[in-house]
């Protein structure tokens, strides 16, 4: 079983940057974001491994940037050049390719 706990979404003005963390309870191969807009499919937003291998969506493409510190188990989204239709919940997920976790998901609002 994997824990996965998140932190730092918020409200933000477009053209503004947040960053998001997730901290697993232990190591795990891959971890990503992905979220859900009210009214939407859940969409993957960025993957990365443990090798730093990276996947990303492209409509975050050159925008967000995903980030791991293996040493503390955690994950990072960097998210700049917000914009509204960035709104949505961001949950942090993590696979070891035989289970996935999820996180409990954290607000990103984008408006001004």
């Known amino acids: 079983q994997v824990q996965l706990v998140e932190s730092g979404g918020g409200l933000v003005q477009p053209g503004g940057s947040l960053r998001l963390s997730c901290k697993a309870s232990?190591?795990?191969?891959?971890m990503g974001w992905y979220r859900q807009a009210p009214g939407k499919q859940r969409e993957l937003v960025a993957t990365?491994?443990?090798?730093?291998?990276?996947n990303y969506a492209d409509s975050v493409k050159g925008r967000f940037t995903i980030s791991r510190d293996n040493a503390k188990n955690t994950m990072y989204l960097q998210m700049n050049s917000l914009k509204p239709e960035d709104t949505a919940v961001y949950s942090c997920?993590?696979?070891?390719?035989?289970?996935?976790?999820w996180g409990q998901g954290t607000q990103v609002t984008v408006s001004s």
């Open positions: 997920t993590a696979n070891s390719g035989i289970s996935a976790y």
């Open positions: 232990r190591s795990i191969y891959r």
């Open positions: 990365i491994t443990t090798g730093g291998s990276t």
